[in-house]
Nanobody
């Protein structure tokens, strides 16, 4: 099983980024998917998740209205569109797959670094 995250980078506050995570080795359309992040010195936290149908989503309060999670089952890819980025969004972002969009999370990607400068 592989989850390959990409799309991170260095941006300025107010900019947008779109993260992608390509998943292989599992029956993609049967899995819930999530994006997590871990800032320096902090614990990993969930940012957003989406169920296998693509209709049920969850967002951390701090990103509601700014981040959008979506999935393309044909491309075996989950996305995280991040708008109006803030310096506090700086973290390594990880994608994960689980039997439910509420966890537990069975598989993890390697992470992609997002740095937001003020």
């Amino acid at each position: 099983v592989q989850l390959q995250a990409s799309g991170g980078g260095l941006v300025q506050a107010g900019d947008s980024l779109k993260l992608s995570c390509v998943v292989s080795g599992i029956s993609f359309s049967n899995y819930g998917l999530g994006w997590f992040r871990q800032a320096p010195g902090e614990e990993r936290e969930i940012v957003a998740s989406i169920d296998w149908t693509g209709t049920a989503t969850y967002y951390q309060d701090s990103v509601k209205g700014r981040f959008t999670i979506s999935r393309d089952n044909a491309k075996r890819t989950v996305y995280l569109q991040m708008n109006s980025l803030k310096p506090e969004n700086t973290a390594v972002y990880y994608c994960a797959a689980g039997r439910s969009n509420l966890g537990p999370w069975d598989y993890w990607g390697q992470g992609t670094l997002v740095t937001v400068s003020s």
